[in-house]
């Protein structure tokens, strides 16, 4: 049949009519093609029963009208686009549809709504319902979205490299998992997986051990917090969480703290924090945060007492706090060090019972024992400091006891789920050549990645946003997560695999969320609603944990021993600091080019990472930016280019993880260095000492920002805080322009003036709001070599500013989208009015009308224009193309792009209220995407000309002042000034 059609095609092609004619009737009788109606037309099978030509005639118009529709078929649950004829229920035709999930890192939750258009997730919003996020998110939950449509992921199995089916890998499974269970309980059977917070995987995890008794389960965790828990361990002889209540403290100090890092707690823990500093400064006092530590981090750029120290000097510094707080006399009592222990422990002895200490996730074991002897000493637990049980389940065993296993050849099946330990375990494991010794290996993740490689079965496994499940947030509260599409590629959930592994009947993810969270006792429709009402609200109420009383604090039992400094010679033997990367973290984000192209928030670096070096060590050592250096030791070796970092410590060298990959085609192969290989399995995070030496090779970053101070001028401004009077003149200036229309109400005369206040106090740097606006605006990437260029396209940027001595500075971030100026030098410049204002006082742009000459760009003294040089949306992959908001216009190649306060939101606020009772636009209904996604609500957007707004109020705060308001451009984005407890700051401090 397939023959006879593509020889009528071609003869049809070539102009053969007659002879195409002629073969009608025989193609019409001919059994295949018979055959083929009955198969898959068979309502028009009855069309054929007459071979005349009519008849046929009748047949091919049918054929061509159901080979049009063949795609709108029954799916078979597991199609990649499910296109439909009849709407389904919901979904109104470009209305958004929005699903409360969940967003994981490191396998804890934040409480998200994913919206959705047309039955395709787009955009990741906070939920503003959930106790833990409340409403906001981080970068990660923000660029997730991209990794659903990521082309790179893994879309079906394979088998030593082939491609297979789910029936095959069951098929081969059942009778081994039989045997395993049969024999010796499961004995040889280890299975390796991320921390696991999900209370129905973990009960799931318990049935499996109960079939398998002999079974080791393994947990591989990058970025761990197994520190955390040891340090509980030591001070209260049992792990737990550790949790701080900042409404009700006086003051913070932060011992190599990460409160406000990237991370499972950041969205929760910095709303806390930014909540309780504004409520203080309603009281007119400082909610001081006083940092020490040897890496600079976004906690300590919001430290009002920052203080760069190596780890030796932090474990000193502990112990003389700990002697001071039992009435004791500290070592240390000269130098810098000493002057900051002094000022801090002043504030924490007048505030006994009200102070929080804390330490972070990449802090050592003894410093956090000590660390909660020091609260306890001080009377803050219990009050300002409380603990919870842990969140993840910690039965499972390290990934040193697997490779330990593997190497005796006790492991027979190995079953790792969304972890990739050939890339991130640590060097001095040597996990790759024990894994040679397993034989049978079972992979599941979402990319083929550098584990997939060395695997007999590769396993595609779903995207969160395509799959059922819950997780636990960081204060425990138990978070759903619902599928907002189905499967793109033939992926199965971590559950449904393993169900498939164990089950006589494997289930789906639907089925096993049903089995776990439905009562026993429940019936159906009861069920349905509980279920119904749950996924509404996208989290379970009264979930969190409950803190548990602790006792009183054990003694130490360990002595922190400084090791004597290594004699100077021709290489530096230096400590070596382990992070995360803010952006790409372990690694297993580093196929999102949202996140490779997003700058770093202190070094604003872009595809790839660095070896942050301090100034001093620079200098002795004759280091200059971008030169290549090797660490090493114990045999193991890194090398990576040298970034000089204000507020490193000296003789400490910080690197990042999450780069160095190798997996060949994809978007994360051979950008930047592997930090892993250097890494203990005994001290992940910090080794003691290691050897610097040059190669004599550069290899210069690419970044966004290459001038980090004001020169001078009051850029980022202050505040006394409880002072009322105003950081900038409210007096008019002279102006050339005509003046603008007024209203009864004030200077506004339109309608409506929108405009946006962001609070630099309440800005962290994280650059949620960065990727939110990217997400929702259809902002390309444009590549490393672009970006080196000056050519990125982001319409939002956080400027980074440091203030004070280079070894010790202070740091200001600042948000900077277009200012919507009321008087706009932009559009005297534009030679085509390409950019004007609307009759709500919005700077927009007329991309047809754009000719491209840059002119508005040169005008514009803020410098938040970007030009589309290429056309760098041309190639994107179709799948990643469904991510695209059809709300926003992809630009063409040639004209200027810049933030336009998300106007297709405004205008959608507007048709919404047109289509009531014309009742105004209330506060609050539209909300930018930058300001939805920062998690210290430190952006306000309204309308000025209502007085009753919030974004009014702000605009009225003594703290507000305009970007260069001295051009008289008259800024509709203006800002509120850092709060400080004394204002005498010299910004532009040369460094």
């Known amino acids: 049949m397939s023959g006879g059609i593509a020889e009528l095609r071609a003869r049809l092609a070539g102009g053969d009519g007659p002879a195409f004619w002629r073969s009608l009737d025989a193609v019409a009788e001919s059994p295949e093609f018979r055959a083929f109606l009955d198969t898959e037309y068979p309502a028009a099978a009855r069309l054929a029963a007459a071979p005349d030509r009519r008849g046929f005639l009748k047949l091919m118009a049918a054929s061509f009208a159901m080979s049009g529709l063949a795609a709108c078929g029954q799916p078979d649950g597991r199609s990649k686009e499910i296109p439909y004829v009849r709407q389904p229920e919901r979904i109104v035709p470009g209305a958004p549809l929005a699903y409360a999930s969940a967003a994981l890192i490191d396998g804890f939750a934040n409480g998200i709504t994913v919206t959705t258009r047309n039955g395709r997730p787009l955009k990741i919003e906070g939920n503003a319902e959930h106790p833990w996020s409340r409403g906001g998110t981080d970068v990660f939950a923000q660029a997730s979205v991209l990794g659903l449509y990521d082309p790179f992921r893994l879309q079906t199995p394979q088998h030593l490299g082939r491609p297979s089916s789910w029936p095959a890998f069951r098929a ?39 079939d398998f008794p002999a079974m080791r389960w393994h947990v591989s965790a990058p970025v761990g ?334 002595a922190t021993v400084r090791p004597a400094p290594s004699p100077a010679g021709p290489a530096r033997r230096v400590e070596v600091l382990f992070r995360p990367d803010a952006s790409v973290w372990d690694g297993s984000l580093a196929n999102l080019a949202w996140l490779q192209e997003l700058p770093k928030p202190l070094t604003k670096v872009v595809w790839g990472n660095v070896i942050a070096v301090s100034a001093s060590l620079a200098e002795r050592e004759e280091l200059r930016q971008g030169d290549v250096v090797t660490l090493e030791a114990e045999g193991r070796r890194i090398e990576g280019p040298v970034w000089i970092q204000p507020g490193q410590a000296d003789d400490s060298v910080t690197v990042v993880l999450g780069y160095g990959r190798r997996i060949p085609e994809q978007l994360a192969d051979g950008l930047g260095y592997g930090a892993s290989p250097l890494r203990a399995s005994a001290t992940p995070w910090r080794l003691a000492e290691a050897t610097l030496a040059k190669t004599g090779r550069t290899a210069p970053p690419v970044t966004t920002q290459d001038h980090g101070t004001m020169e001078g001028h009051d850029i980022v401004r202050v505040q006394t805080v409880g002072s009322t009077a105003p950081v900038a003149s409210r007096a008019a200036l002279p102006s050339l322009y005509p003046p603008a229309p007024t209203s009864p109400g004030g200077r506004y005369g339109s309608e409506r003036a929108w405009g946006m206040v962001i609070d630099l106090d309440a800005c962290i740097g994280c650059n949620a709001c960065v990727t939110a606006c990217q997400a929702e605006n259809n902002i390309p990437v444009v590549g490393r070599e672009e970006v080196a260029l000056g050519r990125w396209l982001h319409w939002l940027r956080i400027d980074r500013y440091y203030e004070g001595g280079i070894d010790t500075p202070k740091t200001h971030f600042m948000p900077v989208p277009c200012m919507h100026c009321e008087q706009a030098p932009c559009e005297v410049g534009c030679p085509v009015e390409a950019t004007l204002h609307d009759r709500e006082g919005l700077n927009l742009m007329v991309y047809n009308r754009c000719v491209g000459t840059r002119a508005c760009s040169s005008y514009c003294p ?129 460094l």
Not at 455 to 484: K, M, Y
Request: aromatic content about 6%.
């Open 172 to 210: 081969a499974m059942t009778g081994r998992f039989a045997a395993l269970k049969a024999a010796e309980g499961g004995r040889g059977l280890h299975l390796v997986t991320g921390p696991v917070t999900s209370p129905s995987l973990a009960a799931q995890l318990a049935a499996m051990r109960r």
């Open 225 to 558: 917090r197994d520190a955390l828990y040891e340090g509980t361990r030591r001070a209260y002889g049992r792990p737990l969480e550790t949790r701080w209540r900042f409404d009700q403290a006086r003051i913070v100090v932060s011992l190599d703290g990460d409160v406000l890092d990237p991370g499972p707690g950041q969205v929760g823990q910095a709303r806390d924090w930014i909540e309780a500093r504004r409520r203080a400064a309603g009281e007119g006092r400082l909610l001081t945060l006083h940092h020490a530590g040897p890496s600079p981090n976004l906690t300590s750029a919001k430290a009002d007492s920052p203080l760069a120290l190596g780890s030796d000097g932090l474990d000193a510094l502990v112990r003389d706090l700990l002697a001071e707080a039992g009435g004791g006399t500290p070592e240390d009592r000269s130098g810098p060090a000493a002057a900051w222990r002094q000022k801090a422990f002043a504030a924490l002895n007048t505030a006994r019972g009200h102070g929080i200490v804390l330490a972070g996730t990449q802090a050592g074991p003894d410093l956090l024992a000590q660390v909660h002897r020091l609260n306890a000493a001080l009377g803050n637990t219990g009050r300002t400091v409380f603990h919870t049980a842990p969140v993840p389940v910690l039965g499972p065993e390290p990934l040193s006891a697997l490779t330990e296993a593997m190497g005796r050849g006790e492991v027979q099946v190995l079953v790792m789920l969304d972890v990739n330990p050939v890339y991130d375990a640590p060097g001095d494991l040597g996990f790759l050549a024990a894994l040679a010794r397993v034989p049978l290996k079972i992979h599941a993740g979402l990319y083929p990645d550098e584990t997939a490689f060395h695997c007999d079965w590769n396993l595609p496994l779903a995207h969160p946003l395509e799959a059922w499940g819950d997780a636990r947030s960081l204060d425990g509260t138990v978070t759903l997560i619902q599928p907002t599409i189905r499967p793109l590629y033939d992926s199965r959930s971590g559950p449904e695999i393993l169900s498939i592994l164990t089950d006589a009947e494997a289930k789906d993810g639907a089925a096993l969320f049903d089995a776990h969270w439905r009562r026993p006792d429940e019936t159906e429709a009861a069920w349905a609603a509980r279920r119904e009402a749950f996924l509404q609200a996208g989290f379970l109420e009264n979930t969190a944990l409950a803190p548990e009383a602790v006792g009183a604090a054990l003694p130490a039992t360990v």
């Open 862 to 990: 803020y410098k938040v224009r970007r030009f589309n040089y290429l056309d760098y949306s041309g190639d994107t992959a179709p799948v990643q193309q469904q991510q695209r908001n059809p709300e926003v216009t992809v630009r063409a190649r040639g004209v200027m792009e810049k933030c336009t306060y998300c106007v297709q939101r405004i205008a959608a606020a507007r048709i919404e209220s047109t289509m009531g009772d014309h009742a105004p636009i209330r506060d609050g209904a539209v909300q930018t995407a930058c300001q939805g996604a920062c998690p210290t609500r430190a952006i306000t957007f309204g309308d000025l000309r209502d007085s009753g707004s919030r974004v009014a109020a702000a605009a009225a705060d003594p703290r507000n002042y305009g970007l260069l308001a001295e051009l008289n451009t008259k800024p509709r984005t203006t800002y509120l000034a850092r709060l400080v407890e004394d204002a005498a700051v010299t910004p532009g401090s040369a």
